[in-house]
C-alpha cells in the first residue's frame, strides 16, 4: 500500500530586539497556499518542493497541505498565530489518513505568548495525528530547537549551508528519514546539546570556525554507527528568550549512548572556538571611499545591521545619506522600506519629480529621516520570482515599489521589505547591476550566494540597528544568563 506523507511549511524568524510586530498580513503578502497549490513548489529549492519530490521518488505519496512564509519580523501577534494552526490543522484533517508528516517551521518563530511559536503549531499537528504517525521536523539553521520540539517529535534536523542553498535537500533529507521509519528501517530519536553562546551570523559561513564544525560534523555522521543526522543551530541571535544558545542535534538509534556523547562533543568544540567568530566592520564613508578605487563593480555594501532577513524593519536611511554626502560620481542602488515615499511617487507616476523625506517610518531609534528629491524612474508592485540559489524559484513581494533617481543613486523604495539578498530585486526594479559601482544590501551572508562572485570583496558596515553584529550591545531581559559575548565567561 502506497504511503500517505504530508507536506506542510510555515516559516516566519522573530528578532524580538525589532520594533514592528508581524501580523498575518506579513504572510498573506507573500502567499499563503494550501491543498494543491503547494505542489507547484516542486522543483524549487524549498523545503516543501525537496520534500514532495523525494517522496515522489521513493513511491510515496505526497499529500499538499499548507506552505506559508513571511518575511522575518518582530514578535508575531497572537491572533495570527492561531490563524497558521488553524490552516495547518484543517488541511491536515482534509488530508487524512496520514501515514506520516513532513513539517518545515522556522525554529526561532516568537508570538505573543508564546516563546516556540514552532512549537504551538507542531502540537496542533500532533493533536490530530494518532501518536503512531511519525512528525519528521526540518528547521533553518538558525533556529533555537527547544528541548520540547526536540522531546515530542519523532526527529529535529537542519539546513547545512549558510548563506542557504539547501532547503530543497533539507526537505528531501526529512521526507527519506521519515520514509525510514515508516518503511520499518529503523527507529529514530533526537537529542540536543547547547551551550551559552551567540555568535554573529556574518561570521556563520563555511569558512572560519562554523564551516570547521560543519566538516567535522559530516565527518562524524559518516563514521559513527547509528546517527543519522548531525544538525547545527549557531542561532538567531537577536532572540530574547530563555534557553538561547548555540546548538547541536544528533539523530539517533533511541537510549544510544553514542549520539549523546557526539552532540556534546561538536558543542564543546564551538564552545571552545567561540572568540573566533570575528568579522571587520568599516565605516560608512570609509566604504563608499573604498569603491572610487576597487576592482570590484559593483562593490556590495552590507547593511546587516538593518537586515530584514533578520527581523529588522529595512527603513534605516544611514546609506541614503551617506551615498548623498559622500557618493558624487558613484552609480548607487539602495533599497528602503517606507510606505509614504511609495505613495508620493505612484502619485507622481513615472518621470515626475517629487522631493520625498524617507527612513526610519518605523523604526525611528538610530536614524533621522532624509531628504531626497528626484525624477521617478519606474513604480510596480506584484511578486516577482527569486533567480538566485537562495528559494530559487519561489515568489516574493516587496508590495507597491518605486525608483527614485537623484543623479548617480537611485532609492527603491518599497512598502514591504525587499530581498536584497537576491539581485532579481533589483532587476525587477530596472536597475542593471552590472552598471553600479556600489550597491547595498540589507543582508548579513545570504547575498554572498544570492550575488555569487559579485559578493567578492564585500564589505559589512558599521552601523547601528536591530540586526546589529555587535552582540554585545544588545541589551537581554528574558535570556538565560550568563551568556557568551553579552557577559564574558571564562568556563562552563
Given at each position: 500500500?502506497?504511503?500517505?506523507?504530508?507536506?506542510?511549511?510555515i516559516l516566519q524568524e522573530t528578532n524580538t530586539f525589532s520594533v514592528a510586530r508581524s501580523t498575518i498580513d506579513d504572510f498573506r503578502s507573500q502567499g499563503i497556499h494550501a491543498g494543491a497549490d503547494v505542489l507547484a513548489l516542486a522543483g524549487s529549492n524549498t523545503?516543501?518542493?525537496?520534500?514532495?519530490?523525494?517522496?515522489?521518488?521513493?513511491?510515496?505519496?505526497?499529500?499538499?497541505?499548507?506552505?506559508?512564509?513571511?518575511?522575518?519580523?518582530?514578535?508575531?501577534?497572537?491572533?495570527?498565530?492561531?490563524?497558521?494552526?488553524?490552516?495547518?490543522?484543517?488541511?491536515?484533517?482534509?488530508?487524512?489518513?496520514?501515514?506520516?508528516?513532513?513539517?518545515?517551521?522556522?525554529?526561532?518563530?516568537?508570538?505573543?505568548?508564546?516563546?516556540?511559536?514552532?512549537?504551538?503549531?507542531?502540537?496542533?499537528?500532533?493533536?490530530?495525528?494518532?501518536?503512531?504517525?511519525?512528525?519528521?521536523?526540518?528547521?533553518?539553521?538558525?533556529?533555537?530547537?527547544?528541548?520540547?520540539?526536540?522531546?515530542?517529535?519523532?526527529?529535529?534536523?537542519?539546513?547545512?549551508?549558510?548563506?542557504?542553498?539547501?532547503?530543497?535537500?533539507?526537505g528531501a533529507r526529512t521526507a527519506r528519514i521519515l520514509l525510514d521509519i515508516l518503511e520499518g528501517r529503523r527507529p529514530l530519536k533526537t537529542v540536543v546539546a547547547r551551550r551559552p553562546m551567540l555568535t554573529p551570523p556574518e561570521a556563520q559561513g563555511n569558512e572560519?570556525?562554523?564551516?570547521?564544525?560543519?566538516?567535522?560534523?559530516?565527518?562524524?555522521?559518516?563514521?559513527?554507527?547509528?546517527?543519522?543526522?548531525?544538525?547545527?543551530?549557531?542561532?538567531?541571535?537577536?532572540?530574547?528568550?530563555?534557553?538561547?544558545?548555540?546548538?547541536?542535534?544528533?539523530?539517533?538509534?533511541?537510549?544510544?549512548?553514542?549520539?549523546?556523547?557526539?552532540?556534546?562533543?561538536?558543542?564543546?568544540?564551538?564552545?571552545?572556538?567561540?572568540?573566533?567568530?570575528?568579522?571587520?566592520?568599516?565605516?560608512?564613508?570609509?566604504?563608499?571611499?573604498?569603491?572610487?578605487?576597487?576592482?570590484?563593480?559593483?562593490?556590495?555594501?552590507?547593511?546587516?545591521?538593518?537586515?530584514?532577513?533578520?527581523?529588522?524593519?529595512?527603513?534605516?536611511?544611514?546609506?541614503?545619506?551617506?551615498?548623498?554626502?559622500?557618493?558624487?560620481?558613484?552609480?548607487?542602488?539602495?533599497?528602503?522600506?517606507?510606505?509614504?515615499?511609495?505613495?508620493?511617487?505612484?502619485?507622481?507616476?513615472?518621470?515626475?519629480?517629487?522631493?520625498?523625506?524617507?527612513?526610519?517610518?518605523?523604526?525611528?531609534?538610530?536614524?533621522?529621516?532624509?531628504?531626497?528629491?528626484?525624477?521617478?524612474?519606474?513604480?510596480?508592485?506584484?511578486?516577482?520570482?527569486?533567480?538566485?540559489?537562495?528559494?530559487?524559484?519561489?515568489?516574493?513581494?516587496?508590495?507597491?515599489?518605486?525608483?527614485?533617481?537623484?543623479?548617480?543613486?537611485?532609492?527603491?523604495?518599497?512598502?514591504?521589505?525587499?530581498?536584497?539578498?537576491?539581485?532579481?530585486?533589483?532587476?525587477?526594479?530596472?536597475?542593471?547591476?552590472?552598471?553600479?559601482?556600489?550597491?547595498?544590501?540589507?543582508?548579513?551572508?545570504?547575498?554572498?550566494?544570492?550575488?555569487?562572485?559579485?559578493?567578492?570583496?564585500?564589505?559589512?558596515?558599521?552601523?547601528?540597528?536591530?540586526?546589529?553584529?555587535?552582540?554585545?550591545?544588545?541589551?537581554?531581559?528574558?535570556?538565560?544568563?550568563?551568556?557568551?559575548?553579552?557577559?564574558?565567561?571564562?568556563?562552563?
Amino acid at each position: 500500500m502506497t504511503l500517505r506523507v504530508g507536506v506542510a511549511s510555515i516559516l516566519q524568524e522573530t528578532n524580538t530586539f525589532s520594533v514592528a510586530r508581524s501580523t498575518i498580513d506579513d504572510f498573506r503578502s507573500q502567499g499563503i497556499h494550501a491543498g494543491a497549490d503547494v505542489l507547484a513548489l516542486a522543483g524549487s529549492n524549498t523545503e516543501a518542493g525537496g520534500a514532495i519530490v523525494a517522496l515522489r521518488e521513493r513511491g510515496a505519496d505526497p499529500l499538499p497541505l499548507v506552505k506559508a512564509w513571511a518575511m522575518s519580523g518582530g514578535v508575531l501577534d497572537a491572533a495570527a498565530l492561531a490563524e497558521l494552526g488553524a490552516i495547518l490543522e484543517r488541511e491536515i484533517r482534509r488530508a487524512l489518513p496520514l501515514d506520516g508528516l513532513v513539517l518545515s517551521l522556522h525554529g526561532a518563530l516568537v508570538a505573543e505568548g508564546a516563546n516556540s511559536g514552532d512549537l504551538v503549531l507542531f502540537r496542533r499537528a500532533r493533536s490530530i495525528l494518532e501518536d503512531r504517525v511519525p512528525i519528521g521536523v526540518c528547521l533553518d539553521l538558525h533556529a533555537h530547537p527547544v528541548d520540547e520540539l526536540t522531546e515530542e517529535a519523532s526527529f529535529v534536523i537542519g539546513y547545512r549551508t549558510y548563506p542557504h542553498i539547501d532547503q530543497a535537500e533539507t526537505g528531501a533529507r526529512t521526507a527519506r528519514i521519515l520514509l525510514d521509519i515508516l518503511e520499518g528501517r529503523r527507529p529514530l530519536k533526537t537529542v540536543v546539546a547547547r551551550r551559552p553562546m551567540l555568535t554573529p551570523p556574518e561570521a556563520q559561513g563555511n569558512e572560519g570556525p562554523f564551516g570547521r564544525l560543519r566538516r567535522h560534523a559530516d565527518a562524524l555522521a559518516s563514521g559513527t554507527a547509528g546517527v543519522a543526522d548531525i544538525s547545527l543551530f549557531p542561532v538567531q541571535p537577536w532572540l530574547d528568550v530563555p534557553g538561547i544558545g548555540f546548538a547541536v542535534t544528533v539523530t539517533g538509534v533511541p537510549g544510544d549512548t553514542a549520539a549523546r556523547e557526539v552532540a556534546e562533543r561538536i558543542a564543546d568544540e564551538a564552545w571552545a572556538a567561540r572568540d573566533q567568530f570575528n568579522i571587520t566592520l568599516v565605516a560608512p564613508a570609509d566604504a563608499i571611499e573604498r569603491a572610487r578605487t576597487s576592482a570590484f563593480h559593483p562593490l556590495l555594501l552590507s547593511e546587516s545591521a538593518d537586515s530584514p532577513t533578520a527581523g529588522s524593519t529595512g527603513d534605516s536611511p544611514a546609506m541614503v545619506r551617506e551615498l548623498l554626502r559622500h557618493g558624487a560620481g558613484l552609480r548607487a542602488y539602495v533599497t528602503l522600506l517606507d510606505a509614504a515615499a511609495v505613495d508620493t511617487c505612484h502619485r507622481a507616476g513615472v518621470g515626475g519629480e517629487v522631493v520625498a523625506t524617507v527612513g526610519s517610518s518605523i523604526d525611528r531609534r538610530f536614524h533621522d529621516p532624509v531628504e531626497v528629491s528626484g525624477t521617478v524612474g519606474a513604480v510596480g508592485a506584484g511578486a516577482y520570482p527569486l533567480t538566485g540559489p537562495v528559494f530559487t524559484g519561489m515568489e516574493v513581494s516587496m508590495g507597491g515599489w518605486a525608483r527614485i533617481d537623484t543623479g548617480t543613486l537611485s532609492v527603491l523604495v518599497t512598502e514591504r521589505p525587499a530581498c536584497t539578498f537576491d539581485p532579481a530585486t533589483f532587476a525587477h526594479a530596472g536597475l542593471d547591476p552590472g552598471a553600479a559601482d556600489i550597491i547595498v544590501v540589507r543582508s548579513a551572508n545570504l547575498f554572498r550566494a544570492g550575488w555569487g562572485a559579485r559578493a567578492e570583496g564585500a564589505i559589512i558596515l558599521d552601523l547601528p540597528g536591530a540586526s546589529t553584529p555587535r552582540l554585545e550591545r544588545l541589551v537581554f531581559e528574558r535570556a538565560t544568563r550568563p551568556l557568551y559575548p553579552v557577559d564574558q565567561i571564562s568556563s562552563m
